[in-house]
């Protein structure tokens, strides 16, 4: 039976600012999109924690039996500067600055944004969609919206009509904005302005003629409004009304709120039953911003290259140090809070090891049922890993009592125990142990072993011919072997 029926989960919904108890729309199965990067530089470590907390909502679906289909987009066409209908697209700017072509530029740092995720064993999604890809499915969500009387055309681009709109339905929802006091807030229009209000947003602008990124629509040459494709791709991968839509909680207002409004007014549905939003990740206390230097890439954090930093940290701390915080909360990295997680880390590990070997006797002095469902009861409140943590480290203490002699546990409590104990750290949080880690020195010293212990085998059939080649292609490699009367050891350059 699938372990869904037995566990109560509830998530913390936007749309309604409380906890809800998760109930999915189709028996069994989730459907879960994520807002992805825009593809115009390295990604940012506090969109790596945004991934990361979704990674781990999407392990935990998945632990407790739903088949998820996991929907999180690339954006490489349409977003603008500022966020809204001005300044130049992102990806063409820095097309032009290189001197290369936009999608030289999307290949460039999707590439990144993979290889970076990779290394904090994210997960990859079950769909990956560009919006260059659905410029036919968001011509077509255009024409619907402009049909149903909510969009209009001027001189080639094209206006969501946000007035219009909130007659019949409740634009701000989401954000809990009122329209009117938008209104009161907004300059007002100039002649130049195409749009009949401040707070229509465009569905598609039209191309100028230097515009590189442009594709022919019923309005002329023109380019997709950004808040448009996740409607087209999160509806069309999940249907018109899906179970998660999750994103940084500054993508909140305007974004998902134009999401909904172009939902509804063209299919009519409400798209979205859960509405999900991760919290930032401070640096030293203050926002990161690339601007006043505050800032870290995921590379420096990993190769220790930042002057915040006293040394370098393997992925797998990092992960734990972001699991340690709610999704829902600021969190904030420092060098000390670093060091702390990685203790806590080793702490984990090591009991985890010492887990495998532990003796058992008649009895338990840890009512290890208990503790599993306290597990669950932390991750089924809208997926508490810092009290998920401390239960962990609550076994942690048992298992290091039981090896010192002061405790006992029993072969089936072990059992359990290691299970558990596995399934939270490995799966639901996706910390990667030591061994099968990014930490290459553990890993050289597995390979190691293996190729030490193959020819020494061949020594032993007096296969001189295997045990040579291994050690000149090893010497080749900037690897030396050396026998001793203790066995074999081995040096690198
Ligand atoms: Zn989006």
Redesign the pocket.
């Known amino acids: 039976m699938q372990l869904y029926k037995n566990q109560t989960l509830s998530v913390h919904n936007s749309l309604s600012g409380k906890k809800e108890v998760f109930e999915p729309i189709n028996e069994g199965h989730v459907g879960m999109?994520v807002?992805?990067p825009t593809v115009y530089s390295n990604v940012h470590l506090g969109n790596c924690r945004t991934f990361m907390s979704f990674d781990m909502i999407f392990r935990y679906f998945r632990h407790l039996g739903y088949k998820v289909r996991y929907v999180r987009?690339i954006?490489d066409a349409g977003h603008l500067e500022d966020d809204a209908d001005d300044g130049e697209d992102k990806i063409a700017k820095k097309a032009k600055l290189e001197q290369i072509e936009p999608m030289e530029v999307v290949q460039r740092y999707t590439v990144d944004f993979h290889n970076t995720l990779q290394k904090f064993n994210l997960l990859p999604p079950s769909i990956e969609p560009t919006a260059t890809g659905h410029i036919i499915e968001q011509i077509e969500i255009i024409k619907e919206i402009i049909d149903k009387g909510y969009a209009y055309e001027v001189n080639g681009s094209v206006y969501f009509d946000v007035l219009k709109f909130n007659e019949t339905h409740d634009y701000g929802k989401l954000s809990g904005r009122k329209l009117e006091d938008m209104i009161a807030n907004t300059r007002e229009l100039t002649a130049q302005d195409e749009k009949r209000n401040p707070q229509d947003f465009a569905l598609w602008k039209k191309a100028e003629p230097q515009h590189i990124m442009r594709w022919p629509s019923p309005w002329g040459d023109g380019f997709p409004g950004?808040?448009l494709?996740?409607t087209a791709m999160?509806t069309k991968y999940l249907g018109d009304h899906f179970d998660i839509h999750g994103?940084g909680m500054d993508?909140k207002f305007p974004?998902?709120e134009c999401?909904i409004a172009q939902a509804e007014a063209s299919s009519g549905q409400t798209p979205v039953k859960y509405w999900l939003h991760a919290n930032m990740l401070t640096l030293n206390g203050k926002k990161m911003s690339k601007s006043t230097g505050n800032n870290i890439y995921p590379s420096e954090i990993i190769s220790g290259e930042n002057d915040i930093l006293s040394k370098a940290y393997t992925p797998a701390v990092v992960r734990f140090f972001m699991m340690q915080a709610h999704y829902t909360s600021i969190l904030d990295l420092s060098d000390e809070a670093l060091q702390a997680s990685e203790k806590g880390y080793h702490r984990l590990m090591d009991a985890m090891d010492c887990l495998e070997t532990l003796g058992t006797g008649n009895n338990s002095d840890f009512d290890v049922k208990t503790w599993k469902q306290q597990c669950y009861d932390a991750m089924n409140d809208d997926f508490n890993t810092p009290i998920l943590i401390a239960n962990l480290f609550e076994a942690v203490k048992h298992i290091n009592l039981t090896k010192e002699g002061k405790e006992q546990i029993t072969e089936g409590d072990k059992a359990l125990l290691q299970s558990t104990m596995h399934s939270f750290v490995y799966d639901v949080l996706g910390i990667e142990g030591k061994k099968n880690g990014n930490d290459n020195s553990n890993l050289l010293d597995g390979v190691m072993d293996l190729l030490i212990g193959l020819r020494n085998e061949a020594r032993a059939n007096k296969d001189f011919a295997t045990s040579d080649k291994i050690r000149d292609e090893l010497t080749a490699l900037g690897i030396q072997l050396k026998d001793g009367k203790d066995g074999t050891t081995f040096s690198t350059n």
């Open positions: 999109y807002c992805g987009n954006t950004w808040h494709e996740c999160s994103g993508l974004h998902h999401e």
